[in-house]
């Protein structure tokens, strides 16, 4: 099984700074890309920033500039450093990681149980 563990989230004023962390466990062979989405109320779940293993980025373009996403491949992490924030940031945020978990096997999509992001006005 793998099982993708997020930490972080809160509840921050406008303009201040969040930092969410996940962790891929179980049995995994290998890791391309890690990535947050996140979900508001009655919207759509769409992406916010990824980063693949070679360490290419892609960012929304909402969060160009004000967020920043890193990881560590030995720890199998992903982190993104959240500056700036604005209410319209609340969310749900959710960690994402495409998995081979044994040599040969398919790439799979996994997901964190979510975390609160809440930022006030």
């Known amino acids: 099984q793998v099982q993708l563990v997020e930490s972080g989230g809160g509840l921050v004023q406008a303009g201040g700074s969040l930092r969410l962390s996940c962790v891929a466990l179980g049995s995994i062979f290998r890791v391309n890309g890690m990535g947050w989405y996140r979900q508001a109320p009655g919207k759509q779940r769409e992406l916010v920033a990824v980063?693949?293993?070679?360490?290419?980025?892609k960012y929304a373009d909402s969060v160009k500039g004000r967020f920043t996403i890193t990881r560590d491949n030995a720890k199998k992490t992903v982190d993104v450093q959240m500056d700036s924030l604005k209410p319209e940031d609340t969310a749900v945020y959710y960690c994402?990681?495409?998995?081979?978990?044994?040599?040969?096997?398919?790439?799979?999509?996994?997901w964190g149980q979510g975390t609160q992001v809440t930022v006030s006005s």
């Open positions: 994402n990681a495409e998995v081979r978990r044994s040599f040969g096997s398919n790439w799979s999509g996994y």
């Open positions: 980063i693949f293993s070679d360490g290419s980025t």
